[in-house]
């Protein structure tokens, strides 16, 4: 091939780029920018998948102004070609219009030249390329897309929150529910909707150190969405592919602690041209107007470069009001710049809070109510509204005047559009938790040991000799070397051993800090009494995790125990169990409850037992007390947990290290009452108001019926089966709604899309996917579907078909074409264009007058009447026929232009519809609600002005045709 600088090629496997341009060669690589879809490509120049685009005489080709030219001259100079010819609007002659002003929307893909070309495909590829089409245009158009694939529950609140904020452009907002409901999901469900949505391509998630993993597990196991994480090391690596090594990847995951450590990183990272950063635990953020930490200045920095910002905490306002304005700041500083003026601002809110709350229980409202909402609600909206419910109207108008009252008090409140804020108290389907604390005598092996320990510890910190202390197991295997079984006498292996065989039909999750500990345990469960348990720790990979879980989750024949680490059970939900133990117990309150909330989760069905044996007169009876007494940290949630286990661990530490309790008593009661003012506190600075509006009530409800209606779609099942047939993958059922899918060695290409080498286990079935870990979730938002639409579109599976109708009604010989057309507008896919006017399948059955039967035709049905013909056949049934098929194909054309504009019509109508509503009502909240900010009604308008300009510009193409031969045998 040679190529020259702005000559037009067109791709092979890309068709719908548009018609590109050669921008850069050199000795090896050639790239082409394809400008109508703002997509470059770089190929090796001797086997580029491209075509050159030459037109000839007679030709009418569109400038890039719009302007059309008839070919009457084509001039080659230098490898490019200008065209000499009239230009229809002015019928002006001699116009010249050179290859590189072509316009870029020109399309190049006809199934008819296959079809004469005798490269004719199955009919079974024909349909399933039709249907491919009729599917991918479904799920565009849908509402819920981006929410109906993820492997997870159908929580209200959770779907509520994302739907509502992951349809924004560039969402700035603090996710702040409770621990265990979910806003690593919420977080997810938002990232996916804004990855296939085009509105985020490149998204940073900062954590600390210790969530990374399950930051990584969640993503991949729940929305199948890759990060890498990137370290010191990784960073490394990558220079050698580019100078910022964050340019390397589009979905980075990295710990806080990584970017405050090193400023080159943190510098590189700022110029990363993120669409979205996603930070969790942002209550570590410390920060007052004099003196912001180091990790807030961080989370600053990157936040003041980025359109889209999400920030999870679970205590919101546990540090002070301070502290939650300073993270407010970080998402909108003009708007949150004084902190007195917020205060102010958030005490106004509690009035209107008990007044919703009596609108909510149908209470008659009191003047203070009524004059608050007035306030609030210009009086001419209001006062209509309050005549309805106080004349006691029908009961239906009364309920519709309260719920609109509500609606308008939601949309104007405080930080109710950039916080959300649910809470146990307001989500109701929590279980129990039941504690059983357990102390027992220490071994005098233990003792010994540890005396031996204390007496050669030399120089030690308080801190490490504490944390020492925590694990007599370890202290003594270190004098007594490997081949010592301390689980041969350490009465919590007892204990253990015995409750299992007490619990038979139960699952038991056994947690440990410990990696070495963990493995213990299942050898001593398994050589003393043959207990079927599995271990689950950070030294495995993700698939070697994924088998254990599934063997836990098994319920038949699988094992009754899992043992994990503490950093092996983050970011896995075992709510199948409800039996927890606490073989040790962890430092710090915010593990703790991380342990509980591996079981005590929304959706959780059991009360949960808690056991923790623990020896007396060692550090852990310690920790337990204080954990029990001080915090109540076992039976209920501990938001308050950290802040008290700040003021105390000096005096906690100590203790831990020395062995010495006489102040503990002491501590405990401080605790106690700190840790009750602390929740007085937070339960008085509950914002209802902001309760309810996150939890989304009714609509939330519509949402997860409408996911439900979705699940367990036959179409979904019977299209995978197909497309993996085609593809050429292998297919084994496994029973238990799951199959096994494995490449096989007549595959269409090498590798497939989301399937590794190894194969999958998938199941078509939610239930069973939340249950089983190692199965892949197959919906279609999978990769696995959606990967599998795109190879059949772009490797032009099914384009062109033959097939012979067998119906003695009509005359043999009677020929049908079968057309379909699809309408799309090239465009950015960021732009939103997909919500509006996906591609679009037309159908036409033309008959040999010109006529359109596709309405009197249904396409399964009619289907359901054809026979195949093999190649050599249909090749030979086109050849004879192929002058009239020319003619149906130029009818067909004639006939297509029409629902083609409705289309286009149609499509403005409903971006009209759906972003006029959407930029009148952030206007009008503008006037009320300073949380609108200015680039969110400024994206929209200019949304709307390009959708326009792409939609009137949206071209149609044959896409794909079948030849239709009515025969009597």
Not at 376 to 394: C, G, H, K, T, Y
Not at 500 to 518: N, Q, Y
Request: net charge negative.
């Amino acid at each position: 091939m040679t190529f020259a600088i702005g000559q037009r090629w067109i791709s092979d496997t890309e068709s719908d780029l548009g018609l590109g341009t050669v921008v850069a060669v050199d000795a090896r690589t050639v790239t082409v920018m394809f400008a109508a879809s703002e997509d470059n490509r770089v190929y090796a120049r001797n086997d580029a998948p491209v075509t050159r685009v030459i037109f000839n005489v007679g030709d009418t080709v569109e400038s890039q102004q719009g302007w059309t030219l008839t070919v009457d001259e084509v001039i080659e100079e230098d490898g490019l070609v200008s065209y000499v010819g009239t230009r229809e609007d002015t019928q002006e002659s001699g116009v010249v219009l050179r290859e590189i002003l072509l316009s870029n929307q020109i399309r190049f893909n006809k199934p008819q030249d296959k079809l004469y070309a005798g490269q004719v495909d199955r009919m079974d590829n024909f349909v399933l390329r039709y249907r491919a089409l009729q599917n991918q245009y479904q799920q565009h158009k849908s509402p819920m897309r981006g929410l109906c694939g993820m492997r997870a529950g159908l929580i209200p609140h959770q779907l509520y929150i994302a739907h509502e904020v992951g349809r924004r452009h560039a969402p700035r907002v603090l996710l702040a529910d409770e621990v265990g409901l979910g806003k690593t999901i919420e977080a997810g469900m938002i990232i996916h909707q804004q990855v296939l949505a085009g509105r985020a391509e490149r998204i940073l998630i900062v954590v600390p150190e210790t969530l990374q993993h399950q930051w990584l597990v969640e993503m991949l196991r729940r929305f199948n969405l890759h990060f890498s994480v990137f370290d010191e090391e990784r960073c490394i690596e990558a220079f050698a592919e580019a100078d910022n090594p964050f340019d390397t990847q589009q979905l980075v995951l990295c710990s806080l602690d990584f970017l405050r450590k090193s400023r080159k990183r943190f510098e590189q990272a700022l110029e990363g041209d993120w669409d979205l950063l996603v930070v969790d635990e942002a209550h570590h953020l410390e920060w007052s107007e004099e003196k912001p930490s180091r990790e807030y200045q961080v989370i600053e920095g990157l936040a003041e470069r980025t359109p889209g910002v999400l920030l999870l905490t679970a205590t919101p306002e546990q540090l002070g009001r301070e502290s939650h304005f300073a993270r407010l700041r970080l998402l909108d500083a003009d708007r949150f710049f004084d902190y007195q003026a917020f205060v102010q601002e958030e005490e106004q809110y509690a009035p209107v809070a008990d007044a919703v709350a009596s609108l909510f229980t149908g209470e008659q409202l009191s003047n203070d109510a009524k004059n608050q909402i007035t306030e609030l609600l210009s009086e001419q909206d209001v006062e209509p509204l309050f005549r309805i419910i106080e004349n006691d109207a029908d009961e239906e108008s009364c309920a519709n005047a309260r719920q609109e009252l509500i609606d308008n008090l939601m949309d104007r409140h405080g930080t109710g559009r950039v916080l959300f804020r649910n809470t146990r108290a307001a989500i109701k389907g929590f279980p129990k938790r039941m504690v059983n604390l357990m102390p027992m005598a220490i071994p005098s092996q233990y003792n010994t040991s540890m005396r031996v320990a204390g007496m050669l510890g030399g120089k030690m910190s308080d801190e490490a000799r504490a944390l020492k202390n925590l694990y007599p197991e370890e202290i003594f295997q270190e004098f007594e070397g490997d081949e010592s079984s301390w689980w041969q006498f350490d009465p919590r292996v007892d204990w253990l051993i015995e409750k299992v065989k007490d619990k038979r039909s139960d699952k038991i999750l056994v947690i440990a800090s410990r990696a070495a500990t963990a493995l213990q345990l299942e050898q001593a469960l398994r050589e003393r009494e043959g207990i079927r348990a599995t271990v689950f720790h950070e030294g495995m990979s993700i698939l070697e995790r994924d088998k254990a879980a599934a063997y836990f989750a098994q319920e038949e024949g699988g094992a009754q125990v899992l043992i994990c680490s503490e950093i092996g059970s983050e970011g896995r939900n075992f709510q199948f169990a409800n039996q927890l133990v606490m073989f040790d117990l962890p430092f710090n309150p915010d593990l703790l409850e991380q342990r509980i909330g591996r079981l005590d989760r929304i959706g959780q069905q059991n009360d949960i037992d808690v056991h923790v044996p623990y020896l007396e007169g060692t550090s852990q009876g310690i920790l337990a007390r204080w954990f029990n007494e001080g915090l109540n940290a076992f039976a209920e949630t501990c938001p308050t947990g950290r802040t008290v286990y700040e003021q105390h661990s000096g005096a906690l530490i100590k203790m831990l290290a020395s062995g010495d309790i006489t102040e503990l008593d002491d501590v405990i009661e401080q605790s106690h009452k700190m840790n009750q003012e602390l929740k007085a506190q937070l339960e008085q600075g509950r914002d209802r108001l902001l309760e309810m509006h996150s939890n989304g009530g009714e609509k939330a409800q519509k949402i997860v019926d409408q996911i439900s209606a979705t699940d367990g779609d036959t179409n979904l099942v019977t299209f995978a089966l197909s497309l993996f047939d085609t593809i050429g993958l292998n297919q084994d059922d496994k029973g238990e709604n799951a199959l096994v899918v494995t490449p096989s060695e007549h595959m269409l290409v090498p590798s497939y899309p989301g399937l590794p080498y190894e194969g999958a286990t998938i199941t078509f079935d939610r239930d069973t996917a939340l249950s089983r870990e190692d199965m892949n979730f197959i919906s279609w938002e999978h990769p696995m579907i959606q990967g599998g639409i795109d190879l059949i579109m772009s490797e032009g599976v099914g384009t062109s078909a033959v097939s012979l109708l067998k119906n003695k009604a009509l005359p043999v010989g009677t020929i049908l074409v079968e057309l379909v057309y699809c309408v799309d507008a090239q465009a950015p896919k960021r732009s939103g264009i997909s919500r509006f006017l996906p591609k679009t399948p037309i159908r036409l059955m033309m008959d040999q007058r010109g006529n359109d039967l596709s309405a009197q035709v249904e396409f399964d049905s009619f289907n359901r009447q054809l026979s195949p013909v093999n190649r050599h056949l249909a090749s030979k049934l086109v050849n004879s026929v192929q002058a009239q098929i020319h003619t149906m194909i130029e009818a067909g054309d004639k006939a297509v232009t029409e629902p083609v504009e409705r289309i286009r019509q149609q499509a403005k109508q409903d971006m009209h519809a759906s972003l006029n509503a959407e930029l009148e009502r952030l206007q009008a909240l503008k006037a009320v609600n300073p949380n609108i900010r200015d680039e969110e009604i400024v994206a929209i308008e200019e949304q709307i002005n390009q959708l326009d300009s792409y939609i009137e510009k949206a071209q149609y193409q044959l896409d794909s045709l079948r030849l239709i031969v009515v025969s009597h045998n």
